[in-house]
């Protein structure tokens, strides 16, 4: 454990927050991408210790928040017919749909497993020849690679009863539509370095010279995320918006080349609704025709999600920094993790779910 710690020593962490406050002479706005990074952020009380003197909003990188409910409804949908296994991640069965949750389809009696990644799916389809298996897969570029791995595989194998029901976006596409929204307040950016990893980030050059904001490739361990924040402030009080990347160990620029093949192999890149947006422009990864076989949605004779109103739940807002969590009037009344309104409250990476763990005072939260 000797790496981690190196990036959680509590005395390092009590140092870099104070020389970050130090050099704090505006209330600068900073948007974390990824909702790792959120949780992150709140778990190890950084936003907590900087909140009155920077203002930290989260963005759109959590991906079972922004898939659509009516992509939750194909795949209850699905789930529900006799001759199909549903598989996903464990997040992916709590979140609401507009005819409820695919662990409600489960407790109705479907065949809904969880898995541990998308092999594990195409093993299952190998051992249960007579029933459809389908990966319910969401995600951005960082996920993206595997299910493409098991698409491959299962056409390696020659099967016939593995499909994707696909729902990969693509995070660039998304800060560029929180940035051209009207009234947009965001003046840095951190970009996911879990995402970076694979796409590289250099590409984000263009990003910094159009909107005229820092953008800091960025880490998700309590020492990362202040090298981050530490980064972006520094180019902020120099007004010199630039790209910089504070997870060398990771991320370089030109990114994970073969896992970028794969995904090109299998996705292309497309024009997807998403929460708090109508659409967004290529913001999303869709199966290329020639894989149509392995295209649940093609398979079953699905139309592609759209996206309807979320009613009163704000996750569209949450998720482009207009409002925090806590600012939703069903934040911790009707929407707790218990009973979750919007995805944001279920997720592993959702802001809301962050904020009700981390960011309450305890006596509020009973
Ligand atoms: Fe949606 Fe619940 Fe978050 Fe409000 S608190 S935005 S209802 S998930």
């Not at 009696?109 to 969401?138: H, M, N, T």
């Not at 981050?228 to 520094?234: A, E, H, N, P």
């Not at 947006?277 to 592609?304: H, K, T």
């Not at 802001?351 to 763990?357: G, L, P």
Request: aromatic share 6%.
């Amino acid at each position: 454990m000797k790496f981690v710690d190196e990036y959680r020593d509590p005395t390092r962490l009590k140092i870099q927050l104070a020389e970050l406050r130090k050099m704090i002479t505006r209330r600068w706005v900073i948007m974390d991408v990824c909702g790792g990074q959120t949780h992150g952020l709140l778990r190890h009380g950084i936003e907590q210790e900087l909140e009155d003197v920077l203002d930290l909003v989260h963005g759109p990188g959590c991906p079972v928040c922004v898939t659509p409910a009516e992509a939750i409804d194909d795949a209850v949908e699905l789930a529900n017919r006799p001759d199909v296994i549903m598989t996903s991640f464990g997040d992916m069965l709590r979140v609401p749909g507009r005819r409820g949750s695919l662990l409600q389809a489960r407790a109705r009696g479907a065949d809904i497993r969880i898995v541990y990644s998308p092999a594990d799916s195409v093993q299952l389809a190998v051992r249960e020849p007579e029933k459809q298996v389908i990966f319910f897969a969401v995600g951005f570029e960082s996920t993206a690679p595997a299910t493409a791995l098991a698409v491959l595989q299962a056409r390696q194998l020659g099967l016939k009863n593995f499909s994707l029901l696909a729902n990969h976006v693509r995070v660039e596409p998304a800060m560029r539509a929180v940035m051209q929204l009207p009234g947009n307040r965001i003046q840095g950016m951190l970009a996911a370095g879990h995402v970076c990893t694979v796409t590289g980030y250099a590409h984000y050059s263009e990003f910094v010279n159009q909107f005229r904001v820092p953008v800091v490739v960025t880490g998700f361990e309590p020492m990362d995320l202040l090298a981050g924040l530490t980064r972006s402030v520094q180019l902020l009080e120099s007004g010199e918006p630039q790209l910089c990347n504070e997870y060398s160990r990771s991320a370089q620029p030109e990114g994970n080349l073969h896992a970028q093949r794969l995904i090109d192999e299998v996705y292309c890149v497309a024009t997807v609704p998403w929460r708090g947006f109508r659409e967004i422009a290529d913001g999303g990864l869709v199966m290329r025709p020639a894989l149509q076989d392995f295209d649940a949605r093609s398979r079953f004779g699905l139309a592609e999600a759209l996206l309807s109103s979320d009613g009163e739940c704000r996750s569209g807002d949450v998720m482009t920094g207009r409002i925090k969590p806590i600012e939703c009037p069903l934040f911790g009344n009707a929407c707790t993790p218990e009973t979750p309104v919007g995805a944001p409250m279920v997720s592993s990476e959702g802001a809301c779910s962050a904020y009700f763990r981390y960011a309450r005072p305890i006596e509020v939260r009973t």
